[in-house]
């Protein structure tokens, strides 16, 4: 397949899509806790796939990292963007709006609040362990596969993976330590150490 996609074949660039369009969709996702931003994002990563094919070495297996490489770069000027819209926003008045009170279901709401919860955690890490994080335990790949997606050394991969758990893990616990708190696992730093509990393998 590598071959295949260095020389442009189109059925072969459509295999791929569909086989990994989901994953780099999750990915994306994850990053930017925005269902539209995450298409987009998906969209821009199989562009610059195309354009860029002929970097692809033909020895190698999934071309899987490769792509949550490129979706990975794509989501951080994504995020940058929205930052400067959103200090953008801030500085304007803000026009009257209707409530909408269109009804939601139950598991929607509760996802986007988890969603935003984990946005939370993940904003607090540096750019680095936050790529190295979702790369690893969420995206499921493994060491030397998240190397590969951004282009470091493996050595580098487990320690910002080994201090992004940590940091989630006393993030969460500091929260839980709050005047107020009860132990409850509903904070942002505590939703997101749940999911990162576990050594990858």
Same mark, same amino acid.
């Given at each position: 397949?590598?071959?295949?996609?260095?020389?442009?074949? &189109?059925?072969?660039?459509?295999?791929?899509?569909?086989?990994?369009? &989901?994953?780099?969709?999750?990915?994306?996702?994850?990053?930017? +806790?925005?269902?539209?931003?995450?298409?987009?994002?998906? @969209?821009?990563?199989?562009?610059?796939?195309?354009?860029?094919? !002929?970097?692809?070495?033909?020895? +190698?297996? @999934?071309?899987? &990292?490769?792509?949550?490489?490129?979706?990975?770069? #794509?989501?951080?000027?994504?995020?940058?963007?929205?930052?400067?819209?959103?200090?953008?926003?801030?500085?304007?008045? $803000?026009?009257?709006?209707?409530?909408?009170?269109?009804? $939601?279901?139950? +598991?929607?709401?509760?996802?986007?609040?988890?969603?935003?919860?984990?946005?939370?955690?993940?904003?607090?890490?540096?750019?680095?362990?936050?790529?190295?994080?979702?790369?690893?335990?969420?995206?499921?790949?493994?060491?030397?596969?998240?190397?590969? =997606?951004?282009?470091?050394? %493996?050595?580098? %991969?487990?320690?910002?993976? @080994?201090?992004?758990? #940590? #940091?989630?893990?006393?993030?969460?616990?500091?929260?839980?330590?709050?005047?107020? =708190?009860?132990?409850?696992?509903? @904070?942002?730093? !505590?939703? =997101?150490?749940?999911?990162?509990?576990?050594?990858?393998?």
């Amino acid at each position: 397949m590598r071959r295949q996609v260095r020389e442009g074949d &189109p059925e072969v660039f459509a295999r791929l899509y569909e086989e990994f369009a &989901p994953a780099v969709y999750r990915h994306a996702l994850r990053l930017t +806790g925005d269902w539209s931003t995450a298409e987009e994002i998906m @969209s821009e990563t199989f562009l610059v796939a195309w354009r860029t094919r !002929a970097r692809v070495l033909e020895d +190698g297996g @999934s071309l899987l &990292p490769w792509l949550l490489g490129i979706a990975t770069h #794509k989501a951080d000027n994504a995020r940058r963007g929205l930052r400067r819209r959103n200090l953008f926003l801030a500085r304007q008045p $803000r026009p009257r709006v209707e409530e909408d009170f269109a009804p $939601r279901t139950v +598991g929607r709401i509760d996802d986007a609040r988890r969603l935003r919860a984990v946005q939370a955690a993940l904003g607090r890490l540096r750019r680095q362990e936050r790529e190295v994080l979702t790369l690893c335990v969420w995206a499921g790949l493994d060491y030397q596969q998240t190397a590969e =997606a951004l282009g470091i050394a %493996v050595g580098t %991969v487990r320690s910002r993976l @080994s201090r992004a758990r #940590k #940091k989630l893990a006393r993030l969460a616990e500091e929260e839980r330590e709050l005047p107020g =708190a009860r132990g409850e696992m509903t @904070s942002a730093a !505590a939703i =997101a150490a749940l999911t990162v509990r576990e050594e990858p393998t």
